[in-house]
């Protein structure tokens, strides 16, 4: 199924249900629509729709999920979307927390000759700036360690940052601001207990951070 021939709509609804599926989320009618910003309504309508043209299919207990065709379209748009986050960010020199945004009105744009242009101009990249894996021509990701949340890592433990889950700007700018980019090698020193911040070693320098911003980085255990 070629891409162009999925409205924009359907697009955004089939990289949002594969988003919450990779995340290990349910992609319930209300998690999509939250996700999209969207009324419930409009989420079960549409996602009605996606059902009857087979590019999803309803899981009894675990919402919906993406067929062969349909993951096939998202990934297409995910490979989109990360590539010009990464083109934007390495080429054009746009900060990593500006990226996101200009990415979501650019992804339904560019032709696939495009597409490959800028894979090429890249070297062909795994990851975009944020650590999340870019899918190849094929849809294929590229083979990550087992990361976990920075809140799990052991205190002491020496790790590297891998992904930063967060897509909000003011968050990104607050954590670029700690130095905590992708590659990052981070240590948690100290846990305060019922979800209070943790002192984190960042590079050497020691930081403070909120549990709920901690929890959307994930870390690879270094060896």
């Known amino acids: 199924m070629l891409i162009s021939d999925i409205s924009q709509a359907h697009q955004d609804y089939l990289k949002a249900i594969y988003?919450?599926?990779?995340?290990?989320?349910?992609?319930?009618n209300s998690a999509i629509a939250q996700a999209l910003g969207v009324a419930p309504a409009s989420a079960t309508n549409m996602v009605k729709r996606l059902a009857e043209a087979g590019l999803i299919e309803h899981v009894p207990y675990h919402g919906?999920?993406?067929?062969?065709?349909?993951q096939q379209v998202?990934?297409?748009m995910v490979r989109h979307h990360r590539l010009i986050e990464l083109f934007l960010h390495?080429?054009?020199?746009?900060?990593?927390?500006?990226?996101?945004?200009?990415a979501e009105?650019?992804?339904?744009?560019?032709?696939e000759e495009v597409e490959e242009s800028i894979a090429r101009k890249l070297g062909y990249p795994a990851f975009d700036p944020h650590g999340d894996p870019i899918p190849d021509r094929d849809g294929r990701l590229a083979e990550t360690a087992h990361g976990l949340p920075l809140t799990e890592l052991d205190p002491g433990c020496s790790a590297r940052l891998a992904r930063v889950h967060a897509q909000d700007a003011d968050r990104l700018r607050y954590l670029g601001e700690l130095g905590l980019y992708p590659g990052?090698?981070?240590?948690?020193?100290?846990?305060?207990?019922?979800?209070g911040p943790l002192l984190v070693d960042v590079d050497g320098a020691q930081r403070m951070?909120?549990?709920?911003?901690?929890?959307?980085?994930?870390?690879?255990?270094?060896?």
């Open 90 to 102: 390495d080429i054009l020199d746009m900060p990593w927390d500006q990226v996101h945004v200009e």
């Open 74 to 76: 998202a990934l297409e």
């Open 184 to 195: 990052a090698q981070v240590a948690v020193l100290e846990r305060s207990p019922f979800q």
């Open 105 to 111: 009105r650019l992804e339904h744009a560019i032709s």
């Open 209 to 223: 951070l909120a549990f709920d911003l901690a929890v959307e980085l994930s870390v690879e255990l270094c060896h």
């Open 19 to 28: 988003m919450l599926v990779s995340r290990g989320q349910e992609a319930s």
């Open 64 to 70: 919906v999920q993406l067929t062969g065709a349909g």
